[in-house]
């Protein structure tokens, strides 16, 4: 069956705006016009990409194998007025009582669903989205998405009690401060929805006494000293399975992305073992998909991934505590994913750097030919 990708990178602010009619800011819209050829990294050969210019595509793809000196599966890219992009996004509506609902002819993969990349893809208001399973139509429906639910399950309020501990929600500046000095005065605060570092603000009342401003509702988390960020990414199966697709390491400067390690599994547990020897990584890993198959399967099909930092508090003089703590649940594909995806074909480093002008996916500290993982 085809199979059709779409880097939308402004989903998480789509989400936020709930518009099924929505206009990303402008480095938003540059973010994914300059760097929507990457799901040619980790698609399947055949598979489709949709792009906003295929020349541009081709010739960024060509630029990224000619540095590393591999070959990725041969796709195809189409723009909107392909003829095969009516044909990859074509279905049937089917009455249902629970809204509009429609049966995809195939297989559609963005980075994230949301309002407004599915009237991107059907010009229409869609609740619910299935995939008929196999040639015979009377088989049963594979489910695709939910949009109601993608929403909800993209919320941090959602996920406040079932993967942290001692966060508190608040909704007025009164609640805010309050529970700001509940915590000691050194907090973290994020909006439910938010995108790259957008909506999250520090705030260390030793250092200040102002409260920066901040839309309501919000969640207030405990400040720890960060050590190490890092992610474990899953995919969820239309027959409700989860699978582990391994551990992402990335770097940060406040809560703004920098880049990714790329690396095998082995070397990245190494690096984690390295920082807190005690930590049980699959003690965690066996957690969060228990966590993932009681809320998700069933209302979401795809990639995800979950957020930790390895945090070391100082408790007293000379006393510290070492910890993982869970930041946070990404109901869309990541860019640890991608990670992943290069990890096949090199060692090193990956970041999204702006040279002024555009965004470049660059892959910098590249092993020697011989390191490389295949």
Known sequence: MLKLHIFNPEHDLALACNQWQYTPPKVARQLRN????????????????????????????????????VKFPAVRFIARQSSEFKELTSFKSVANRTGNRIRLNHVISPWGWDRSVIM???????????????????????????????????????????????VDEVKDRKELIDSIKGHGGKVVLKIPWSSSGRGVRFVDLSQSSSFPGISFPCLVEPYHNKVQDFAMEFEVSADGSVHYLGLNLFQTKGSAYIGNVLADEREKEQI???????????????????????????????????DFVLARNNLSEGVVEDK???????????????????????????????????????????????QLSK
């Not at 088989?139 to 399950?153: A, C, G, I, P």
């Not at 005690?278 to 990639?303: A, M, S, T």
């Open 34 to 69: 300059d760097l929507c050829w990457i799901p040619a990294i980790w698609a399947e050969t055949g598979d489709f990409v949709f792009v906003d210019d295929i020349s541009y595509a081709l010739s960024s793809l060509s630029v990224l194998e000619e540095q590393l000196g």
């Open 120 to 166: 991107q893809l059907f010009g229409s208001r869609i609740e619910e989205g299935y995939l008929v399973a196999g040639p015979n139509e009377m088989e049963k429906d594979q489910f695709v998405f939910r949009e109601q639910w993608v929403r909800v399950l993209s919320s941090r309020q959602y996920w406040r009690t079932l993967l942290q501990d001692h």
């Open 272 to 306: 984690l073992y390295g920082i807190m020897p005690d930590i049980n990584l699959k003690f965690w890993r066996l957690k969060i998909e228990k966590i993932i198959k009681e809320h998700v399967c069933g209302r979401y099909v795809g990639p995800l991934g979950v």
């Open 324 to 370: 993982i703590q869970v930041c946070e649940l990404n109901l869309r594909r990541t860019m640890g994913h991608v990670a992943l995806a290069l990890s096949h074909y090199v060692k090193g480093s990956m970041a999204v750097e702006f040279d002024g002008h555009h965004y470049h996916l660059s892959i910098k500290n590249k092993r020697p030919e011989n």
